[in-house]
């Protein structure tokens, strides 16, 4: 019994420590990550000029506002939506109870999407602005209609593979109002309406980066002060409830919760897929649990180190010419989604 | 009269608004322990999921504790009450303790992060269930039977009043089902937990229930003390049992004797006739069975059994008729099977039984081999 409870001590002290390793190197990474990301691009910059500008301001005024009116705020802005996506998915998952669902692959990133198109082509067309929070407002909108979707089809189709399929086409529909929009739009409105409808985070700005992470930033706090219940539920709706979980609430507040994160993604960079199933999966394995009050912040971390590292990519790897950030998403993120498949059949 | 703990008042149970059973009056006691027992498919589940709330209420009213379960916040009722259902999900990635550990759900924090004593007390809830060696193992790769003995440890976890358990023992081998049932039984006598649960084995319902509820068809079908309510009648009736029998006293299930005029004659006392007849049953050969007293192991499985039965009043020699009878089987059947009939003491003419099936060249004998027919 002795040696039984020695045993047990000494792996929960090995599990907090593995919780610690995995923090220290998801925040090395991101540290990392933003230092390379601020160190590339097509313009090169000498690192000892960037340290100066970033922590006096001073330099040539070409590479001052590089640095920090285009460099800075686009890794924030991907590191803040990494996190946003990585959290949306871990809430879809905890809400279907299973591992396969995000934003992307239930067509709420698309409706978030088409109902963004429709503001910025008719109502930039006709007044000639739309403020950031408003754009997230009609994402949030788009995204809700999407889900309000999702949740009658799953009254009907109890297995997630219906699911699925079903949001999948719900995506596609949602894809087809935006790019026939798109095509029959005057052109002066497109012109960033193309690239933001692939998914990118370039053209951020100081603003948008601001109203973004308060949001995210909100949200991200509510969802970790939600980890009791998500444990809870882990079990089962029926158990959570016997818990003391007010299960018509929780399920509300996962959704809305959800649908706020993945809209204010969608709203600033786009549809960004696969961080969403990737991230929470790669995070659990690493850590080794599925307790939400540890998996909730690493996810947040880590989803923020998947898009500034993709970012990376999709600016580098073919410079001076970008990739969408779903390319880069969808290749690192989509083996790992086949991965837990085959794992899950075994 | 002692008052109820649990008191369901011309409560309505079904689906949507729609009333499955109706007019269920049952009154339990604390510590108690009270069965529902029926057949498949006839309502136990809907029973327990309205006194656990999963289910609405169609009609009447359940008491706990003398408030009506409505009035309970989800809080309040989470520490009064603790459930262990068949379907429930296998997290990935989570240890015995960690599922254990959340039935600490109504007594954490904000975060629900567990304190020392919170600790020690899912420690103690794994040693009542003798799973303490498998704290931190992957809850995902444990067995059936340790699951659920986990599952029942999440439950004493939440320290409830009374726990409620849908079909514990499905899916469990003997000695597992044997353990849990031992389990629930020192909580209801050690620590006045009243337990509530539905049970498909009928024999253990009436081994540990102090109460059991037979649920069939629209209503509640009977409702007393295992003896009062489990006769033969009363299970055969409650299962549809036509062919099969189940013996109440013993909770022992015998299949269809065979049809048709007995041909075979087995002869045996003390319980050593069973095998015989079993597999007699089993090959579908109509059998007569004797000399058996009616006290004898045999007797219970002989009715069921076999096609006759010659029978004999205990403590006393055969009669003269029953030895007759007896010697007219001898007579009529192809073939006697000596089973290990006791020829001593007073019923050393059961001897001549055997001698005169031997004369007439129809006797075999199991003892000292394995019997093959």
């Known amino acids: 019994m002795r040696a039984v409870e020695d045993r047990d001590g000494k792996r929960r002290l090995g599990r907090r420590l593995r919780y610690a390793a995995v923090f220290a190197v998801l925040a090395a990474a991101l540290v990392l990550v933003v230092i390379l990301n601020i160190n590339s691009g097509s313009v090169r910059i000498p690192p000892g000029r960037i340290l100066k500008i970033i922590l006096t301001g001073q330099g040539e005024v070409k590479e001052v506002n590089i640095i920090r009116r285009i460099r800075m705020p686009r890794i924030m802005m991907s590191a803040v939506l990494g996190g946003a996506l990585a959290l949306s998915g871990f809430l879809l998952q905890t809400f279907f109870g299973n591992p396969i669902a995000g934003p992307f692959v239930l067509g709420i990133s698309s409706g978030a999407k088409m109902s963004v198109a429709i503001v910025l082509i008719l109502v930039v067309g006709r007044f000639g602005a739309v403020s950031s929070l408003g754009l997230v407002l009609a994402a949030f909108a788009g995204a809700m209609l999407s889900t309000a979707f999702i949740l009658a089809v ?160 999709a600016r580098m790897a073919f410079s001076p010419t970008e990739l969408n950030i779903s390319t880069v998403t969808s290749v690192l993120g989509a083996p790992v989604v086949i991965y837990m498949l085959i794992r899950r059949r075994r | 009269m002692e008052k109820s703990y649990l008191q369901l008042e011309k409560a309505a149970v079904g689906y949507a608004g729609k009333a499955l059973i109706s007019g269920i009056e049952i009154g339990v006691k604390k510590g108690e322990i009270v069965t529902l027992a029926g057949p498949n498919g006839s309502g136990k589940s809907t029973i327990l999921k309205s006194i656990t709330r999963q289910l609405a209420l169609v009609g009447g009213d359940v008491l706990l504790d003398g408030r009506p379960l409505a009035a309970y916040s989800p809080q309040e009722l989470a520490k009064k ?160 049992l036509e062919s099969a029998s189940y013996d109440a006293l013993t909770g022992s299930v015998e299949m269809a004797a065979p049809a048709g005029q007995p041909q075979i004659l087995v002869l045996s006392s003390c319980g050593r006739g069973i095998p015989v007849y079993r597999r007699l049953q089993r090959q579908g050969k109509p059998f007569a069975a004797g000399v058996v007293y009616t006290n004898d192991l045999d007797y219970p499985a002989a009715v069921r059994l076999s096609a006759h039965v010659i029978t004999a009043e205990p403590f006393a020699p055969v009669s003269d008729a029953v030895y007759s009878e007896a010697m007219e089987w001898v007579e009529k059947c192809g073939r006697v099977i000596d089973a290990g009939l006791v020829t001593e003491g007073g019923n050393r003419r059961l001897a001549d039984l055997l001698q005169r099936a031997e004369e007439l060249g129809k006797l075999e004998s199991t003892a000292g081999k394995v019997w093959t027919v």
């Open chain 2, 81 to 240: 009450m603790a459930v262990v259902l068949t379907a429930g999900m296998r997290p990935e990635l989570m240890t015995c303790r960690d599922v254990a550990a959340m039935g600490r759900y109504p007594y954490t924090g904000r975060l629900g992060i567990l304190s020392g004593e919170d600790e020690r007390k899912v420690d103690a809830a794994l040693q009542m269930v003798n799973a303490g060696h498998l704290a931190e193992r992957p809850y995902g790769e444990v067995s059936d039977g340790e699951r659920q003995r986990i599952l029942l440890a999440r439950a004493i976890c939440q320290e409830p009043e009374i726990i409620v358990l849908d079909e514990p023992t499905s899916f469990l081998d003997i000695r597992h089902k044997l353990d849990l049932l031992s389990i629930l039984q020192r909580m209801a006598r050690e620590q006045g937990i009243t337990v509530v649960m539905s049970l498909h084995e009928i024999d253990l319902a009436m081994k540990i229930s102090d109460r059991v509820i037979c649920v069939k068809g629209a209503s509640i079908y009977a409702c007393g003390t295992p003896e009062e309510v489990l006769r033969d009648e009363t299970i055969r009736d409650l299962y549809n």
């Open chain 1, 154 to 313: 799953s009254r009907a189709v109890r297995q997630m593979a219906g699911l699925l399929v079903a949001g999948i086409m719900i995506g596609y529909i949602c894809s087809a109002v935006t790019e026939f929009l798109v095509t029959f739009a005057e052109d002066a409105d497109i012109v960033n309406l193309h690239g933001w409808s692939q998914g990118s985070f370039s053209g951020a700005d100081w603003p948008s980066v601001g109203t973004a992470a308060l949001i995210v930033g909100a949200a991200s706090v509510c969802v970790f002060l939600l980890s009791k219940p998500i444990g809870a539920y882990l079990m089962g709706e029926a158990y959570a409830q016997s818990m003391g979980v007010n299960i018509r609430l929780f399920r509300m507040e996962l959704i809305v919760l959800s649908g706020i994160l993945s809209a204010c993604v969608t709203a600033f960079a786009g549809p960004v897929s696969f961080v969403g199933i990737a991230v929470p999966f790669l995070i659990k394995q690493a850590l080794g649990t599925s307790k939400p009050v540890v998996v909730i912040p690493a996810a947040f971390l880590g989803g923020a180190v998947f898009c500034a590292v993709s970012d990376l990519i």
